[in-house]
Nanobody, 123 residues
Framework: QVQLVESGGGLVQAGGSLRLSCTISGRTSSSYIMAWFRQTTGKEREFVAA??????SYADSVKGRFTISRDNAENTVYLQMISLKPEDTAVYYC??????????????????WGQGTQVTVSS
């Protein structure tokens, strides 16, 4: 069992930056694939970024602006977001895939989720 807790969300002006954190507790492993998704009201939860032991993957909408990283010693995954846009406004969720060896952009591949953290970007 693992538990995920996100933090770092908030209100920021367009063009600003935020860093989200996801702390993992329980039976953790550096081999787990970690990801960030986001969701706005009335829309499906969408893939943002993922990180494996050696690689990263990004949605086209955030490529070049967001960076996912992990600190295995601290059991934490980060999402550094720069040049934020109003359309980045969403609840951001951290997720873990404990079984796969390749990164997936599908929600169904991830078995445990955090409670989410709100990011609001004002224009």
């Amino acid at each position: 069992q693992v538990q995920l807790v996100e933090s770092g969300g908030g209100l920021v002006q367009a063009g600003g930056s935020l860093r989200l954190s996801c702390t993992i507790s329980g039976r953790t492993s550096s081999s787990y694939i970690m990801a960030w998704f986001r969701q706005t009201t009335g829309k499906e939860r969408e893939f943002v970024a993922a990180i494996s032991r050696r690689a990263t993957s990004y949605a086209d909408s955030v490529k070049g602006r967001f960076t996912i990283s992990r600190d295995n010693a601290e059991n934490t995954v980060y999402l550094q977001m720069i040049s934020l846009k109003p359309e980045d406004t969403a609840v951001y969720y951290c997720a873990v895939d404990r079984l796969s060896v390749t990164m997936s952009r599908q929600r169904g591949s991830y078995d445990t989720w955090g409670q989410g953290t709100q990011v609001t970007v004002s224009s």
